[in-house]
Each structure stands twice: as C-alpha cells, then as structure tokens.
C-alpha cells in the first residue's frame, strides 16, 4: 500500500510519551489510590467529569494530576482535535477502505444542517429522506395488528446493536408483539424462533449492510423457504415476481446493497452507506427493530442523546471531555501498566449485552498491529474488552479481578433510577456498585495472604439519572469516541476490519469437503477433525 500522509502523530512520536515513561517510573508504577484520596479531599471532584446524560467518576484510576496533564498533552500534540475534526468534516478518514466515516451524521438533527460543511448537504438530506421512511414504515409495523412478530436476522453490527437497545429500553417497549434476534448459522437459533411463529403474523428483517455475510444469508434463505412452504406456495421453480409479492408484507431489508436485496425478492429496502460502519450503524436503517419496539419518537430520542455526546466530543476541551479522557486512560492503562484486558461491570440488566456490543466496537475497531501506513506498531493497542451484567459477575469472576494475579481495570456503569416498583431491589443493586467499586480500591489487609486483598485497582464509575432512549444514545455515542480517539491516537485505522476475512474464505473450502472427506492439502489438525466429523 503507498504511504499515506497521517492526520496527525502517533504516541509514541511525540515529546509527551517520553514525558509520560518518565512519569510513569516515578509515580505511575507505585501509584496508590488510597494515599491519593487521603492526601487530596477534592480529588473526586478533580478527576469526575459531566457529558450529556452522564456523569463520570474517573478518580480511582491510577493518576495524578501531572499524569493526567501529560496525557492532555500527548493527545494535543497527536493531533487528536484535527483528527476528529476531519472526521466530522466527511474526510475519508477509513484510508484503508477509501471511506469517510460519519455514522454521527444520522444522528445529527434536520434542523441544523447549515452546521454541517457544504460537501455534505445532498448526503445530508438524503440520509433524513431514509430516516424519515423508515421510521414512517416502523410506525405502520407498530399499528399494523396482523404482525405479531418481528424477526431481526444479521450478525455483528446488524445484530448487536439493535438488540442491546431493545433489551436496555424494555420500559419503553411495545409488548403487544415479540421481537426475535436470530444471528448465529447455528440452526438451532433459528429453528427456536420459527418454531413459535405463525408466517402471516411475522415481519422478518434482513440486516445486512453487505447481503453477502454467509449466516445471515443463510437464514435469510431458511426464514423465506419456511414462509413460502408454510403459505402453501410449492412451485419450483419459483416465479421471482410471486416471490416478490409473497415477501412484500413480510421481509424487509435493511442494507447498502439494495441490489442483491432485490434478487432475493425483497421489494421493501431501507438503505444505508459505504460511510456507516457495520459496528456503527444502530443509528441507521439497520436500527428499524429498535424503531419498532420503542416507536419513531423515542428512536429520534435516541439519536439526540448521540447527537448531545457528539457535540460534547467535538466541544469540550481535551481537560474536560468524557470519550477523550476514557481513551486517554485506555493508552495509559495497555501501554504504561501493561494491561491487556478491560472488565465491563453494568450494574443494570437491561445493559446484559453492553459487553458483546462494546467487544465488537472496540476490538473489532482497535485490533489491529500496524499504523494507518501499515508499518507494525511497536506498542499494544486493544486490550480484551468483556464482562456480563455485574450483579450476577460478583458471584462469578470477580474473585479473580479481586485477589488474581493480573489487574484488570474496571468500568462500573450504574442508573439512579429504576424504572421497576420492586421496592429495595435498586437500593440493593446500586450499594453492590458501590460497594465493589470500593473494595477494588481498598483492599483489605488479611491474616494471611489467602485472606489478603491488595486493593489499589483501578475504576471507572459511570453514572446514568435513569436508562432512557437519550441516555442510551449517550452512552453508545461516548464509547464510539473513546474508541475513535484511542485508535487516533494509537494511529491506527478503526474503521477496517480486514483480520475477519481469512476464517470466512476458508469456511468456504471446508464446507464441501465436510460433505466430500477430501482432505487433501490439509494441515494434519483439520484433516483429523475433519475425518472424525464424517465418522
Ligand atoms: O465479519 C465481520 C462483519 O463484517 C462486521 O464488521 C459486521 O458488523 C458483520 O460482519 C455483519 O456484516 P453485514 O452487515 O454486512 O452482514
């Protein structure tokens, strides 16, 4: 690939790393919270931060307030601000791809396009021409009695999203249908939710930006044969223009290639953009489930919350802006501590796929080892990114994280107010937060070393008034950025995904060998699997 110019500097190019190796000898490797606290009465105050929708906690994390300069420090002289900034300006930041990135943009409001730079009105009005359909269509689904159940089939993007926001905005939820996720060419996901249905009451939603992705073309294909078989149309072969009419009620299809939607015999398309990543694209036609479930109005709620993140990371200065500060502890945490994994700890159920989402955004973005010129990095970047509702992880692995051997950094996320009536249940859960917040960094000394707690492990605190559709879009906003600006300034391209293809192309010159047994040309592992499949 020909070198391309970078937009800004890589960490380990500017004076500020050297500056934050020589700080980390002196004061980050035997940083202790518990002195920090008792040395400073507004430390909470110094390091906790207000963004729309949420207030963060950032204090018992492993830095002082000069740590916590030079980090301002490296991500100015990265060019952190100019980065962004050609992000929201429509560059083709995704140099890999050739693609511009602006998923902010579907969240960014009608009323305010004279915000947004010449080159990107048409873009502009197209995309809420798009909006606008697809959530007059979601409306239509929601008053339409006949459709019982809505079926979303995609994977990654197309299916992660979508399901973490039906499952956090359950309140808001209309119960009247069922909302089904099938995403695994595992059939028993998928012979589970056609088991319960009936076909004339069942919407299905084929979410894919490519069409092509084998599982969710696989289902797609699976879910259209069992609703011709069931509606008694037998013909073979089949008439593409009885197959249209027959799937018109019945299969949407939420994609960038409109085309292959087509030759399906998919007629209803909402379309998206090569500029919406699939692990950003929750806010675009991809999301119609999450506007069906909960209605265009709180789906717009959605994208303001995002929007309001989106102003705050573009605004705030680097000092004082959530995504850039939790990116910046990222760089601190992997590169200077040397931790390679995060724990995600929501303290709310309806965040129980928080964790696979955020794997996906993170990893899937900040995976990668070499810089945007494909040079090979000579640091880390993402660490492993996991955790599952935490209420139900204290009683799981939290031993480990407590007295194991590695330090694993924690990011508690907590809501003030639940929006259930079962009396004591929040105060219970919200004192559990707290509670294992304050032991991570406490500590305790035991009698002996079975019984002995180190403590002085770090945590961030995130701090939700209550899980709304603006809340929500805030949340997801600000982790987007954080994993922007930790790529940013890792210099790596977050946008491509290249690391996924190998595992898919030689599915492919598996699959009929599981039918043959030809295992010629095998590594002797494969073939051995392979052979006792057949036996
Ligand atoms: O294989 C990874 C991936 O390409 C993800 O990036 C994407 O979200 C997912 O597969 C699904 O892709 P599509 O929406 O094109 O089906």
């Known amino acids: ?52 929708h949420i207030f963060a906690d950032l204090s018992k994390n492993l830095v002082s307030e000069e740590i916590n300069a030079a980090l301002t420090e490296l991500a100015g002289q990265c060019g952190l601000e100019a980065q962004r900034d050609a992000m ?62 809505v079926v979303n089939i995609g994977i990654g993007g197309s299916d992660l999203g979508p399901l973490l926001a039906v499952q956090a905005l359950d309140p808001y939820v209309d119960h009247r249908r069922r909302y089904h996720f099938v995403s695994s060419v595992d059939g028993h996901e998928l012979s589970a939710v056609l088991r319960g249905l009936r076909p004339e009451r069942t919407l299905f939603l084929v979410a894919s930006k490519t069409f092509t992705t084998m599982e969710t073309m696989t289902n797609a294909r699976t879910a259209r ?5 069931k509606i008694g149309y037998h013909s073979e072969p089949r008439n593409p223009a009885d197959v249209a009419r027959y799937l018109e009620r019945h299969f949407c299809a939420l994609t960038s ?40 109005e709180r789906f717009r709620a959605m994208l303001a919350g995002a929007h309001a993140m989106d102003r705050h990371f573009c605004e705030a200065p680097l000092a004082r802006n959530l995504p850039v500060r939790m990116a910046l502890l990222d760089l601190w945490h992997r590169n200077f501590h040397g931790y390679a994994s995060r724990n995600i700890a929501p303290y709310h159920s309806g965040l129980r796929r928080l964790p696979a989402y955020l794997q996906q955004l993170a990893m899937e973005s900040n995976g990668k080892r070499v810089d945007m010129n494909g040079e090979v990095l000579p640091y880390a970047t993402s660490p492993v990114v996991w955790g599952e509702p935490a209420a139900n992880g204290q009683h799981a692995y939290f031993q480990m994280l407590h007295q194991g051997s590695d330090v694993i950094p924690m990011e508690f996320i907590a809501v003030k ?119």
């Open 1 to 52: 690939m020909t070198p391309q110019k970078l937009p800004g500097q890589r960490c380990d190019r500017v004076p500020a790393w050297a500056q934050l190796r020589t700080l980390y000898e002196r004061q980050g490797r035997a940083f202790d919270l518990r002195t920090a606290f008792a040395q400073d009465a507004d430390r909470f105050d110094r390091f906790s931060l207000h963004a729309p």
């Open 88 to 149: 929201f300006a429509g560059e083709r930041i995704n140099r890999t791809e050739d693609r511009a990135v602006m998923h902010w943009l579907l969240r960014h409001p009608k009323n305010a396009a004279s915000a947004l730079p010449a080159a990107l009105q048409s873009t502009f009005v197209e995309m809420h021409a798009v909006q606008d359909a697809m959530l007059a269509y979601a409306e239509s689904v929601r008053t339409d009695a006949d459709i019982t159940d």
């Open 257 to 296: 290639n409109a085309q292959a939607a087509a030759e399906f015999g998919i007629t209803k398309t909402f379309p998206f953009w090569d500029w919406v990543g699939g692990r950003y694209s929750m806010w675009s036609s991809i999301g119609l489930m999450i506007a069906i479930a909960v209605g265009a």
């Open 417 to 535: 107010q639940a929006l259930h009536d079962l009396l004591g249940h929040h105060q219970k859960l919200l004192a559990n937060a707290l509670a294992q917040a304050q032991a991570f960094m406490q500590g305790k000394q035991g009698a002996d070393g079975h019984h002995h707690m180190p403590g002085n492990r770090p945590s961030s605190f995130l701090l939700l008034e209550a899980l709304t559709p603006e809340s929500l879009g805030a949340l997801i906003a600000l982790y987007e950025h954080r994993v922007f600006a930790a790529g940013a300034l890792w210099g790596i391209n977050s946008f491509d995904q290249f690391g996924v293809e190998l595992g898919k192309v030689l599915a492919l010159d598996i699959e009929p060998r599981l039918a043959s047994g030809d295992v010629a040309g095998l590594d002797g592992s494969t073939a051995g699997l392979l052979k006792r499949l057949r036996s």
């Open 225 to 229: 044969d069992w609703f011709l078989g």
